[in-house]
């Protein structure tokens, strides 16, 4: 059973990156056509789309977030990894690793539980 859990700093301030780590297990991260998702969810809001990483190490990015969001991978440790700079406020909220077995959503197929980040000084 393919299995993702999400880590990083629960608290960040403002300005500085925020780092977030996908652990994925029961599946590699560098076969078959799947693409590692992250989303986020600000407190009250809907989910919102941020960016994927192809088997193939190829990267998307949401436009709103391009300038800010880098992905990447560390394939010794089957993990996503997913750096937001320059962050405000309105970056707090839920950050989900989720996977799509097609293209970077929105057919995602399995979920992490989630990890909480808030941006505060």
């Known amino acids: 059973q393919v299995q993702l859990q999400e880590s990083g700093p629960g608290l960040v301030k403002p300005s500085q990156t925020l780092s977030l780590t996908c652990t994925v297990s029961?599946?590699?991260?560098?076969?078959?056509?799947?693409?590692w998702n992250w989303i986020r969810q600000p407190p009250g809001k809907g989910l919102e789309w941020m960016g994927c990483?192809?088997?193939?190490?190829?990267?998307t990015y949401s436009p709103s977030l391009k300038s800010r969001t880098s992905i990447s991978r560390d394939t010794s440790k089957n993990q996503v990894t997913l750096d937001l700079n320059f962050v405000t406020p309105e970056d707090t909220g839920v950050y989900f690793c989720?996977?799509?077995?097609?293209?970077?959503?929105?057919?995602?197929?399995?979920w992490g539980q989630g990890t909480q980040v808030t941006v505060s000084s």
């Open positions: 989720v996977r799509d077995p097609g293209y970077c959503g929105p057919d995602y197929d399995y």
């Open positions: 029961g599946d590699s991260i560098t076969t078959g056509d799947y693409y």
């Open positions: 990483i192809s088997t193939g190490g190829h990267t």
